[in-house]
């Protein structure tokens, strides 16, 4: 199973950018599907992410700013809005799930990366 994210690029302060992301197959269960951040020389922290119930979670410094949904069962959209140059950063997309009943699966997507000039 891989990732496919699409979206990402240079933006400029207060503008907008919308990051999908989609599992190439459909698995046993998707229990979660997000995005997560990076910049050189820190760790990798949480975006948002959603539940295959619905249940959201957000990063604090983008709460209020950033929306996850759930298009379907393996793809989610990360609407991107009020962008901040601390925003400028590796994403990366992010799947917890099941393949089979038995087999957990934690997968990452390769990153894209998100500019937000000053």
């Known amino acids: 199973v891989q990732l496919q994210a699409s979206g990402g690029g240079l933006v400029q302060t207060g503008g907008s950018l919308r990051l999908s992301c989609a599992a190439s197959?459909?698995?046993?269960?998707?229990?979660?599907m997000g995005w997560y951040r990076q910049t050189p020389g820190k760790q990798r922290e949480l975006v948002a992410t959603i539940t295959n119930t619905g249940s959201t979670d957000y990063g604090a410094s983008v709460k209020g700013r950033f929306t996850i949904v759930r298009d379907n069962v393996k793809r989610v959209t990360l609407q991107m809005n009020s962008l901040e140059p601390e925003d400028t950063a590796v994403y990366y997309c992010?799947?917890?799930?099941?393949?089979?009943?038995?087999?957990?699966?934690?997968?990452w997507g390769q990153g894209t990366l998100v500019t937000v000039s000053s």
């Open positions: 197959e459909t698995l046993f269960r998707i229990s979660t």
């Open positions: 992010n799947l917890a799930g099941y393949s089979t009943p038995w087999k957990s699966v934690d997968i």
